[in-house]
């Protein structure tokens, strides 16, 4: 099927040139008028655009600076990730964590690791199949993170709730965690030995508040909004005359316990 420029309808030939917008393609003619020139930066832009985009700012004879937006987006991002980045580092030290040795591209990660709203409660470095890694315990999970040379991110996580029991061990210098999780036991070497100890009893605290909170009875939405229901409903028979003031009053004591 032929493509057709999504701007002004005219047939584009085999060796037209043409950009592809996220929702149909635009010819030379067409994407020049903003300034548009088929570069690089030109197309990544278009890739992640809509026709409705480039067909307003030609009608209002504006440029499309594809090279500046690019520039700013990415600045916009990098400047989302560094206050994420200084958010957790924030938690880190309300957590009292003092040994992230050789973890700092870990640490960089992590944005793109934790929840919106996950809270970390301890975090240390140590060695798992001899790899450096950054081990995270939130409130939700236990996370081991590994940020290789080759391979990028490597994320594993076992769920506080799944965690059958943890345990370290000291050595002269250093210690190591042992977290077991149903059949599989990962083990945590090269730990700093004073954190280690904290990390197994954060864990352990950890697990018990997430089971204690997924305990407590919560007030649905659907219990109240019951409630209202019925306050609404009573205001209407009053409204519509079947109830008196007084039995209104009387039913509305009733249900809110007055």
Not at 146 to 151: A, F, S
Not at 195 to 215: G, H
Request: hydrophobic share 40%; proline share 1%.
């Amino acid at each position: 099927m032929a493509k057709v420029c999504a701007v002004c309808g005219k047939r584009l030939k085999l060796l037209d040139q043409n950009v592809k917008f996220t929702d149909g393609y635009v010819g030379e003619e067409c994407y020049q008028k903003v300034g548009m020139k088929n570069s690089m930066s030109d197309i990544n832009w278009a890739n992640t655009h809509s026709i409705t985009e480039i067909a307003q700012a030609i009608q209002n004879n504006e440029t499309i600076d594809t090279k500046a937006l690019l520039k700013a987006a990415k600045d916009s991002n990098n400047a989302e990730k560094q206050q994420k980045i200084d958010n957790i580092l924030n938690q880190f030290k309300e957590a009292g964590v003092t040994d992230t040795f050789g973890t700092k591209k870990e640490i960089n990660a992590l944005p793109d690791i934790l929840g919106e709203n996950e809270i970390i409660r301890y975090a240390t470095s140590g060695l798992v199949d001899g790899n450096t890694i950054l081990m995270i315990c939130t409130d939700l999970r236990i996370v081991f993170i590994d940020k290789g040379l080759v391979y990028g991110i490597k994320s594993t996580e076992i769920p506080l709730d799944m965690v059958n029991s943890a345990n370290y061990e000291k050595g002269m210098l250093l210690g190591k965690i042992s977290i077991v999780n149903g059949a599989v036991t990962t083990i945590v070497d090269n730990v700093n030995k004073n954190t280690a100890s904290k990390m197994v009893d954060i864990i352990k605290q950890a697990r018990l508040d997430l089971i204690n909170k997924e305990k407590q009875p919560v007030m649905t939405a659907k219990t109240e909004q019951t409630l209202s229901d019925k306050l609404k409903a009573l205001k209407s028979l009053l409204d519509q005359g079947i109830l008196t003031q007084d039995e209104f009053d009387a039913k509305k004591k009733q249900l809110l316990g007055i």
